[in-house]
């Protein structure tokens, strides 16, 4: 798997929304499930939403269940978090990850982007 690159963050008001992008490189990109996770200061990294290689099943953490929508284009080598009615809690660095497996625990991540900053003031 190549590198991965996030990109969307930013300062955001409650309610709004945003969406992230992970942008992907290797030629097997189609061929990895992939997670985005986020880690907020002083917690632990933890599981947001993982998407199938082929993008048919989705899993989401019970906190932006209905909120969140993860989606991939294995085309463009892409993967995409929509981030509706934000909250001041989903304030955290971002990772996208890349998986052989489709899981939602952290440890089982291969590759990890560096991450992008999301802040939701109240």
């Known amino acids: 798997q190549g590198q991965l690159v996030e990109s969307g963050g930013g300062l955001v008001q409650a309610g709004d929304s945003l969406r992230l992008s992970c942008a992907g490189s290797g030629r097997t990109f189609g061929t990895y499930a992939m997670g985005w996770f986020r880690q907020a200061p002083g917690k632990e990294r933890e599981f947001v939403a993982a998407?199938?290689?082929?993008?048919?099943?989705?899993s989401y953490a019970d906190s932006v269940k209905g909120r969140f929508t993860i989606s991939r284009d294995n085309a463009k080598k892409m993967v995409y978090l929509q981030m509706n009615s934000l909250k001041p809690e989903d304030t955290a660095v971002y990772y996208c990850a890349a998986c052989k497996a489709f899981t939602v625990v952290v440890r089982s991540y291969e590759n990890w982007g560096q991450g992008t900053q999301v802040t939701v003031s109240s």
């Open positions: 998407i199938t290689w082929g993008g048919s099943t989705t």
